[in-house]
């Protein structure tokens, strides 16, 4: 590798190094921990690259002032064959070319070091999370976790939408908000919240009723990822966002926690793989009793307003569920692979555990499957 004279690098700040002693041969042994990875280097002299090297790569200085720097201390060839190893194995890094705001935003970099050491090029990985625009839909719960876990993985925009005003019930998992918030809009709150995280995220409130496809399509049109938590809106809402997110090509993402357990996905995206009414309707088909499912299910549909009364749950389930919600879409952004692409992810509460289940295509879908004979959907 031929190395840029020019190019600024900056040591990984998780990275712990250690130099061991030199064993019977007389080699040392340099060991590079991450959270993720252990490396280890054995060579000559090893103690003066730490002392020597590794104080410059502060990301001040190129490779070539970091040449001069050292001078006659250590040799070109010595110093290559230090720097291509950092480099090859992403211990090192290109420094933020923007620094004026690295103060407020210094929290970041413990995450973007992480990304940088996954593979991604750190500014590419900024920038791509900084364009993320996605749409929140539920902020009684799982949806209020998942909105401030975004806003602290550095996604530029966030849409929180919901029409209802704060209860009692709702001041444990809005944590900070104090009772004197009850009566005001889940939005607002779930805004206010997310500025006084450092201001990199943009949040806008949605306060409008949403019960008609014309209001819910132009909160659809901007944005690459919808989320819906389905323990803070109505089941009519999450019905009727799972069929506009299909007709208008929207990656949808449900969760949500009731009771003792909690459930992600599946994502929806495609006419050719299930949508939330497909895993729903075989939900039901499942139940013990599917009748009296199917109409505590429909008794819900036709209130068309979120009923928590109904939904008793776990706070702890409504986190954990607001969490993956939350690392679903960062991963999505990322373009990493999606665990609840086709599969439902069932978090068991009791028990500690995590399930991936395949969610299959129900026949027949009025939202998802293409009707026999004229081709319709």
């Given at each position: 590798?031929?190395?840029?004279?020019?190019?600024?690098?900056?040591?990984?700040?998780?990275?712990?190094?250690?130099?061991?002693?030199?064993?019977?041969?007389?080699?040392?042994?340099m060991i590079f921990n991450t959270t993720r990875r252990t490396l280890r280097v054995q060579g000559q002299a090893l103690h003066n690259v730490e002392n020597i090297v590794?104080?410059?790569?502060?990301?001040?200085?190129?490779?070539?002032?970091?040449?001069?720097?050292?001078?006659?201390?250590?040799?070109?060839?010595?110093?290559?064959?230090?720097?291509?190893?950092?480099?090859?194995?992403?211990?090192?890094?290109?420094?933020?070319?923007?620094?004026?705001?690295?103060?407020?935003?210094?929290?970041l970099l413990p995450q973007i070091s992480l990304y940088h050491e996954l593979g991604f090029d750190q500014k590419d990985a900024r920038k791509n999370l900084a364009n993320?625009?996605?749409?929140?839909?539920?902020?009684?719960?799982?949806?209020?976790?998942?909105?401030?876990?975004?806003?602290?993985?550095?996604?530029?925009?966030?849409?929180?939408?919901?029409?209802?005003?704060?209860?009692?019930?709702?001041?444990?998992?809005?944590?900070?908000?104090?009772?004197?918030?009850?009566?005001?809009?889940?939005?607002?709150?779930?805004?206010?919240?997310?500025?006084?995280?450092?201001?990199?995220?943009?949040?806008?409130?949605?306060?409008?009723?949403?019960?008609?496809?014309?209001?819910?399509?132009?909160?659809?049109?901007?944005?690459?990822?919808?989320?819906?938590?389905?323990?803070?809106?109505?089941?009519?809402?999450?019905?009727?966002?799972?069929?506009?997110?299909?007709?208008?090509?929207?990656?949808?993402?449900?969760?949500?926690?009731?009771?003792?357990?909690?459930?992600?996905?599946?994502?929806?995206?495609?006419?050719?793989?299930?949508?939330?009414?497909?895993?729903?309707?075989?939900?039901?088909?499942?139940?013990?009793?599917?009748?009296?499912?199917?109409?505590?299910?429909?008794?819900?549909?036709?209130?068309?307003?979120?009923?928590?009364?109904?939904?008793?749950?776990?706070?702890?389930?409504?986190?954990?569920?607001?969490?993956?919600?939350?690392?679903?879409?960062?991963?999505?952004?990322?373009?990493?692979?999606?665990?609840?692409?086709?599969?439902?992810?069932?978090?068991?509460?009791?028990?500690?555990?995590?399930?991936?289940?395949?969610?299959?295509?129900?026949?027949?879908?009025?939202?998802?499957?293409?009707?026999?004979?004229?081709?319709?959907?």
């Amino acid at each position: 590798m031929k190395l840029n004279d020019g190019k600024r690098l900056r040591l990984l700040e998780h990275v712990v190094i250690n130099v061991m002693p030199a064993d019977c041969s007389g080699e040392e042994s340099m060991i590079f921990n991450t959270t993720r990875r252990t490396l280890r280097v054995q060579g000559q002299a090893l103690h003066n690259v730490e002392n020597i090297v590794l104080p410059l790569l502060d990301g001040s200085r190129t490779i070539g002032e970091i040449r001069n720097a050292i001078g006659e201390q250590l040799t070109d060839s010595s110093l290559n064959q230090c720097l291509e190893f950092l480099m090859d194995n992403r211990l090192v890094e290109e420094p933020l070319e923007n620094t004026d705001d690295l103060d407020s935003r210094a929290y970041l970099l413990p995450q973007i070091s992480l990304y940088h050491e996954l593979g991604f090029d750190q500014k590419d990985a900024r920038k791509n999370l900084a364009n993320a625009r996605i749409a929140v839909f539920g902020l009684g719960g799982s949806g209020l976790i998942a909105a401030i876990n975004l806003a602290t993985a550095g996604i530029g925009f966030v849409r929180l939408c919901d029409d209802a005003c704060i209860l009692p019930a709702d001041s444990l998992m809005m944590s900070g908000s104090g009772l004197n918030k009850i009566g005001t809009f889940r939005s607002v709150e779930a805004a206010r919240q997310i500025e006084s995280i450092g201001g990199i995220t943009e949040a806008e409130i949605v306060t409008d009723g949403l019960n008609d496809d014309a209001t819910i399509n132009s909160l659809l049109e901007d944005v690459d990822l919808v989320i819906v938590a389905t323990d803070a809106v109505s089941v009519n809402l999450a019905y009727r966002l799972n069929r506009l997110c299909l007709k208008m090509q929207r990656p949808l993402l449900p969760g949500g926690a009731a009771g003792v357990e909690g459930t992600v996905g599946p994502l929806v995206f495609s006419q050719d793989k299930p949508c939330y009414l497909c895993y729903r309707m075989r939900s039901m088909a499942c139940s013990k009793f599917p009748e009296a499912e199917l109409a505590v299910e429909q008794l819900l549909n036709r209130e068309r307003r979120s009923q928590p009364r109904l939904r008793e749950n776990l706070p702890i389930g409504q986190m954990l569920v607001g969490s993956y919600l939350a690392l679903e879409a960062v991963k999505m952004m990322l373009g990493l692979a999606i665990a609840t692409d086709g599969k439902l992810l069932h978090i068991d509460l009791l028990g500690t555990k995590l399930t991936h289940n395949v969610v299959l295509k129900k026949p027949g879908c009025p939202h998802c499957s293409v009707k026999i004979g004229n081709g319709k959907r």
